[in-house]
């Protein structure tokens, strides 16, 4: 966006990612912003997935709809300020990131955007992770054996891949679920409830399945698996060789068989850092592919052999923290690799004071928050990456008073630290277990979408009819 002749350049931040970190990075900083900025929320949907019901929703028919959500009032504007162009959503693939630009797409002339380059004075990396395949709605196929097809990420063409992947659920015989994480136990749990006789077998690497969890999570998830007649191996491993195309037997790295007519493979989630890593190598560690950053969520260097940081003291958890853990351990469910959550417990007013100074960086301007950050232990979830961008957003508009050297320009930088941890995970169409606050319990399942609208208003679209989730 150009700016009048004489006048100073609009200052613009970028929030890269719009799912659950994202969007609270960008509706923070744009509540915030001061004059003569501008901040735009970059998406390659043109709607939030809400990732945790797609289990549920790829198994049971006729509520597609309610895990897209549309990003058309993210910003939660009021109705006479929703075409401001202060606040901008733009669906668009990112190409690649620079220090202070990220190259999209296509140009936005409608935007201000004349070429494919967009120039940010800060930004927001929440592009999480490339979720596994019976969920990728981007890069896999329904059946995960047909060729690609052209993919734009419209509500239009993810519910069609949606019901196709119904359709192949329904017509297998024999389902091999592959990763006893929490997607592996809901995907076995509700396609044994939709269709109680097929065969479903869930295989999972280790002796006990959500072993970061109090054992009781496990002991009550075997009984209901075995409750609900899916067959369950642990501490086996499949022979991925035997898993050819067109197969119907295959077998365990210790040469057991199993019939699949299918297989779902639930075995974890990859960070989505590879524009990180262009950027700056040394900023993603190149076993995890998470993103070093400080306490601050800024961006940072991993530090070298020779180099060594303290260890900040945690802060106490907060009470909103401990209510939005409960809100989010209702629709949360962890994929495989992701077996625990830990709920951030900083806040505006709750400060670490581990450090008087400051952790430098070489970009003290780039936030990375959710998946794709290596948060101090906190695993990736939907609540943690709320409270890591809320922490990056009060970050942002803090340096942004320090530039105008407001009033409050010396406030210290907000710190995250992780706290204890939370999970729901679904059994089926009528029971969940779940561990908040340390205390794990049984509850009856009373929706068959989850309460897929909880979540609709977090995005700025709040549900008052069921039809309002067609949009």
């Known amino acids: 966006m150009g700016p009048a002749h004489g006048l100073a350049p609009t200052k613009t931040v970028v929030v890269l990612g719009g799912a659950y970190g994202g969007a609270r990075a960008a509706q923070l900083i744009a509540a915030g912003l001061p004059d003569g900025w501008r901040i735009f929320l970059i998406d390659r949907n043109s709607h939030a997935n809400h990732v945790y019901i797609l289990p549920r929703l790829a198994v049971l028919a006729g509520h597609e709809h309610k895990a897209f959500i549309p990003y058309d009032n993210i910003f939660n504007a009021p109705e006479n300020a929703k075409t401001d162009a202060k606040y901008t959503f ?31 004075d800060y930004a927001v990396y929440a592009l999480g992770s490339h979720l596994p395949s019976p969920l990728n709605l981007w890069n896999s196929t329904p059946d995960e054996k047909s060729p690609l097809h052209a993919y734009g990420g419209t509500k239009a063409e993810s519910i069609a891949w949606i019901k196709r992947k119904q359709h192949t659920i329904e017509d297998a015989g024999s389902i091999l679920i592959v990763g006893g994480g929490a997607l592996g136990i809901q995907f076995a749990t509700d396609i044994a409830a939709v269709y109680p006789g097929k065969a479903v077998t869930l295989l999972h690497s ?207 930088l907000e710190r995250y630290a992780p706290g204890a941890p939370a999970i729901k995970v679904s059994l089926g169409l009528k029971k969940n277990v779940y561990e908040v606050a340390g205390v794990v319990g049984v509850a009856v399942e009373t929706r068959d979408d989850l309460n897929a609208a909880a979540m609709w208003s977090y995005f700025g679209s709040p549900v008052t009819d069921e039809a309002d989730m067609y949009r």
Request: glycine share 6%; net charge negative.
């Open 206 to 412: 280790r002796h006990r399945l959500l072993p970061r969890f109090d054992n009781a999570m496990h002991t009550e998830i075997l009984q209901a698996l075995e409750s609900a007649d899916v067959e369950v191996i642990l501490g086996e491993r499949l022979d991925l060789a035997t898993a050819k195309p067109g197969a119907r037997v295959v077998h365990t790295q210790s040469g057991r068989e199993i019939r699949a007519d299918l297989i779902l493979l639930c075995t974890g989630q990859r960070p989505n850092t590879e524009f990180l890593r262009e950027l700056d190598a040394r900023t993603v560690d190149p076993g995890t592919a998470l993103a070093h950053v400080l306490r601050t969520m800024q961006l940072a260097p991993a530090p070298g052999p020779a180099e060594t940081q303290g260890t900040p003291a945690s802060d106490p958890p907060s009470d909103n923290a401990d209510a939005l853990a409960a809100d989010f351990a209702q629709i949360a469910l962890q994929a495989e690799g992701a077996d625990d959550t830990d709920v951030s417990t900083a806040s505006d007013s709750d400060e670490s004071a581990a450090t008087d100074l400051e952790e430098a960086t070489s970009y003290p301007h780039i936030f990375v928050v959710g998946d794709a950050a290596d948060a101090f232990g906190a695993i990736p979830a939907g609540h943690n990456a709320y409270y890591q961008a809320e922490v990056a957003a009060r970050n942002v508009l803090r340096l942004i008073r320090r530039s105008a050297e407001e009033h409050d320009a010396n406030a210290p």
């Open 90 to 120: 733009i669906q668009a693939q990112i190409q690649s990131l620079s220090t202070h630009s990220v190259k999209l797409s296509r140009a936005f002339p409608e935007h201000g955007i004349e070429t494919d380059t967009l120039h940010f």
